[in-house]
């Protein structure tokens, strides 16, 4: 995957250029508008955390949206962690 291979041009090309990302959680990044902003986070965690990898354990999708647990994968400061949420995409 782009994720993976930490190929963060062409997975910023798989957004739509008015993308808006909306983190709900209460320490949460808030909103996000373009898809620089959006992967801009996914790079955050990676410089946080080189070794984290999303993954995908479940996704519903439709023909307007989908719905996916992801959980976030890796390491930091000597420990393993894990960071599930939730997306709720509208196409």
Same mark, same amino acid.
């Given at each position: 995957? @782009?994720l993976?291979?930490?190929?963060?041009?062409?997975?910023?090309?798989l957004?739509?250029?008015?993308?808006?990302?909306?983190?709900?959680?209460?320490?949460?990044?808030? !909103?996000?508008?373009?898809?620089?902003?959006?992967?801009?986070?996914?790079?955050?965690?990676?410089?946080?955390?080189?070794?984290?990898?999303? @993954?995908?354990?479940?996704?519903r999708?439709s !023909?307007?949206?989908?719905?996916?647990?992801?959980?976030?994968?890796?390491? @930091?400061?000597?420990?393993s962690? !894990?960071?599930?949420?939730?997306?709720?995409? !509208?196409?």
């Amino acid at each position: 995957s @782009r994720l993976a291979a930490r190929d963060w041009s062409a997975l910023t090309a798989l957004f739509a250029p008015t993308v808006v990302a909306r983190d709900h959680r209460l320490v949460g990044w808030g !909103e996000l508008r373009g898809p620089e902003a959006f992967v801009g986070t996914m790079r955050a965690m990676v410089d946080l955390a080189p070794d984290a990898q999303g @993954r995908l354990d479940h996704l519903r999708v439709s !023909e307007r949206a989908l719905f996916a647990q992801v959980i976030w994968t890796g390491t @930091r400061d000597g420990g393993s962690f !894990e960071s599930p949420f939730l997306w709720v995409v !509208e196409f």
